[in-house]
């Protein structure tokens, strides 16, 4: 593959997702990740269509100024990585990396006549702002996917290859033994073709990956209060079920339920039940242990599992709670909301069902209401027959 080809293929190539990009969810608006990889596409087939018709424009436009805007590129390729995994600060390193390596390209291209030490510092500039990219997905090796681990090598093995093809250029212009420089030329440009490859083609499956990691938490997890919803608590629930059966320290549940809520909601919108719900749940968290789990049921329906825990220590936990909430003023933008919370407090059984646990939990409920609202009720305990 000589360098026409391989310009034309990969300005033709950006161009197209260029083109792509700009259509995508035409009416939203873009992240910022994604807005900075187009920026770095399109600075990319602009270089490459220059490299394409050199000879034909005027040497800056074909030579370095092509160069720079593929530094450019390449750069803006490996902030777009940084800002996908919430890393915006890359701008404060990586900008100044790349004034200072377009003003060392430069410079060779003043020094050096013949051309080699110009290509063999570009080609370390191209791989070293690749493995930028790389190292912000280094980042997340362990909790990383097969596919981010995969990207990851083989990304850092070809932006060392890229590298060093342009270091060998100047090390053995002759080639060393067998592997001629248009060997060493082909391998380079090879390289260099797969690392845009699967750096475009990467991005494109890491965010989608991304997104449907995102679509699965959202299953599970209620998106206003951050923590599960009925289906993923339930879900963490089920292991505790099966303990039950077994001898050993009980599980106990909290069923809670915010008094009166639906005025709030009557009275100063849902935007401001909403913050009532996240400084509830905030609250509430504080008082429990890093081994409890809240969960929202619904509405204004919280539930709280509390792994080896009696029923009497459950109930103090629960007074707890009754009484966090009921010291919790949440300010309105005309008014301070005062709430309070009723709450239902059971063990898990052995014959327990989860309609059966969830339906003795919301009885003590509504016990609590019954009595007045802003209480506790323990289940009731099953009677022993003599």
Excluded at 190 to 205: I, P
Excluded at 250 to 268: A, E, H
Aim: aromatic share 8%.
């Amino acid at each position: 593959m000589d360098i026409r080809t391989l310009a034309l293929a990969l300005a033709l190539g950006n161009l197209s997702l260029c083109a792509a990009l700009f259509f995508f969810d035409y009416e939203r608006r873009k992240s910022l990740s994604l807005s900075t990889w187009a920026l770095a596409k399109q600075c990319q087939a602009v270089a490459w269509l220059l490299l394409y018709f050199r000879g034909v424009l005027p040497d800056f436009l074909g030579g370095p100024l092509a160069n720079l805007l593929l530094f450019a590129g390449v750069a803006l390729d490996a902030g777009a990585f940084w800002d996908a995994v919430n890393r915006p600060s890359w701008r404060r390193v990586l900008l100044p990396s790349l004034v200072l390596a377009s003003l060392a390209y430069l410079a060779c291209q003043f020094i050096d006549s013949e051309g080699g030490l110009r290509v063999a510092t570009g080609a370390v500039i191209l791989g070293g702002f690749y493995l930028a990219g790389v190292a912000a997905l280094l980042r997340f090796w362990r909790a990383g996917s097969m596919l981010c681990r995969f990207l990851t090598v083989t990304m850092s093995v070809l932006a060392v290859v890229v590298a060093a093809r342009g270091v060998l250029s100047v090390l053995l212009p002759e080639g060393w033994s067998w592997v001629s420089p248009a060997i060493m030329a082909g391998v380079g440009y090879g390289a260099l073709y797969l690392l845009m490859l699967l750096n475009g083609f990467g991005y494109l499956l890491l965010s989608r990956e991304k997104l449907q990691g995102e679509l699965d938490r959202l299953e599970t997890i209620d998106a206003l209060t951050d923590v599960p919803n009925r289906r993923g608590f339930y879900q963490a629930l089920q292991p505790w079920m099966a303990l039950a059966r077994r001898p050993g320290q009980p599980t106990s549940l909290i069923i809670l339920n915010l008094d009166q809520f639906k005025r709030v909601n009557d009275s100063y919108g849902h935007p401001v039940g909403d913050s009532v719900l996240k400084a509830m749940v905030d609250v509430c968290r504080k008082q429990l242990r890093d081994s409890d789990l809240m969960g929202r049921l619904g509405g204004a329906e919280f539930a709280v599992q509390l792994p080896r825990t009696s029923l009497d220590d459950a109930r103090l936990v629960a007074e707890r709670i009754r009484k966090a909430v009921e010291g919790m003023p949440v300010k309105a933008d005309k008014a301070i909301i005062q709430l309070t919370a009723s709450l239902g407090v059971t063990t898990i059984r052995a014959e327990d069902t989860t309609v059966s646990l969830f339906k003795r939990a919301d009885e003590a409920l509504q016990a609590a209401k019954l009595r007045g609202r802003n209480q506790v009720a323990e289940a009731e305990t099953p009677s022993l027959e003599v």
